[in-house]
C-alpha cells in the first residue's frame, strides 16, 4: 500500500538555526498537509497546500513557517529561526480529494530545539 | 471554531474485554468523524470513520456511534488483543481536511 514518508526521524538543532522537514506524499494525491503534536497534546493543523499553494493555515504557521513543494515528489516545511517551543512531532499528511476523504499519515520527524 | 474534547486520557483493559472512548464537539456543522490509530513511533491511521448520516458504523470487532442531538461519539473495540495497544485519537470537520480537529488521544493498553 502507498506510504507517505518523512526523513529525518529526528532531528536536533539549537535555537535560532532554520531546519527543513521533507515529506514525500503518496504519489496520486494532490492536497498536502503539516500537522504538529507536542508531546502529550493534541495534533493541531498547520497548514494545507493545494495546487502549488497554500490553501490555509493556522495561527500557529507564522511568518517563521514556509512550505514547499519543490518538484513532482517532495513537501517540505522550513522553519526559518527555531525556538524551544517548537519542538513537537510534526506529521505530513496528504489526501486525495478535497473532501470527506481520509488523511493519510506520515510517521512524522521528531523535532528537537535545544 | 469546532472543539474536540475525548475521554479517557488513558484506559486499561483487560485481553477479551471491550473499551469505549468518547468525544465530544462543539460545533453543530460538524458532519464527519474519523477515528485514527497511533502506535509507536508511526503516524495515526485511519481506523474507521462516521459521517453524520448515520448514526453507527461497525468494522469486524470495531464500531462507531454518532449522535447529533448531543454532539457525542463514541469508539467502541470488542474482544480486545494486546495489538489494539496504542493511542487512538478522534476528530470532527465539516468534510473539509483544513478544519479537522482532533481530540487529545486516549492511550489504550490491552494486557494479555
Known amino acids: 500500500e502507498p506510504e507517505v514518508t518523512q526523513t529525518p526521524s529526528h532531528q536536533v538543532t539549537q535555537m535560532g538555526q532554520e531546519v527543513i522537514l521533507r515529506c514525500v506524499p503518496i504519489?496520486?494525491?494532490?492536497?498536502f498537509y503539516w500537522y504538529r503534536q507536542i508531546l502529550g497534546q493534541k495534533v493541531e493543523f498547520l497548514v494545507s497546500?493545494?495546487?502549488?499553494?497554500?490553501?490555509?493555515k493556522s495561527e500557529i504557521f507564522d511568518d517563521q513557517f514556509s512550505v514547499e513543494r519543490p518538484d513532482g515528489s517532495n513537501f517540505t516545511l522550513k522553519i526559518r529561526s527555531t525556538k524551544l517551543e517548537d519542538s513537537a512531532m510534526y506529521f505530513c499528511?496528504?489526501?486525495?480529494?478535497?473532501?470527506?476523504?481520509?488523511?493519510?499519515f506520515g510517521n512524522g520527524t521528531r523535532l528537537t530545539v535545544t | 471554531g469546532e472543539n474536540v474534547e475525548q475521554h479517557p486520557s488513558t484506559l486499561s483493559v483487560q485481553e477479551g474485554d471491550s473499551a469505549v472512548i468518547k468525544c465530544t464537539y462543539s460545533?453543530?456543522?460538524?458532519?464527519?468523524f474519523p477515528w485514527y490509530k497511533q502506535e509507536l513511533g508511526k503516524g495515526p491511521q485511519l481506523i474507521i470513520d462516521?459521517?453524520?448520516?448515520?448514526g453507527e458504523k461497525k468494522d469486524q470487532r470495531i464500531a462507531v456511534t454518532l449522535n447529533k442531538t448531543a454532539k457525542h461519539f463514541s469508539l467502541h473495540i470488542t474482544e480486545t488483543q494486546p495489538e489494539d495497544s496504542a493511542v487512538y485519537f478522534c476528530a470532527a470537520s465539516q468534510g473539509n481536511n483544513n478544519d479537522m480537529r482532533f481530540g487529545a488521544g486516549t492511550r489504550l493498553t490491552v494486557k494479555p
Open positions: 504519489s496520486n494525491h494532490l492536497y
Open positions: 462516521i459521517r453524520s448520516n448515520v
Open positions: 497546500f493545494y495546487n502549488n499553494e497554500i490553501s490555509e
Open positions: 499528511a496528504s489526501t486525495s480529494a478535497f473532501y470527506n476523504s481520509p488523511l493519510h
Open positions: 460545533d453543530s456543522a460538524s458532519n464527519y
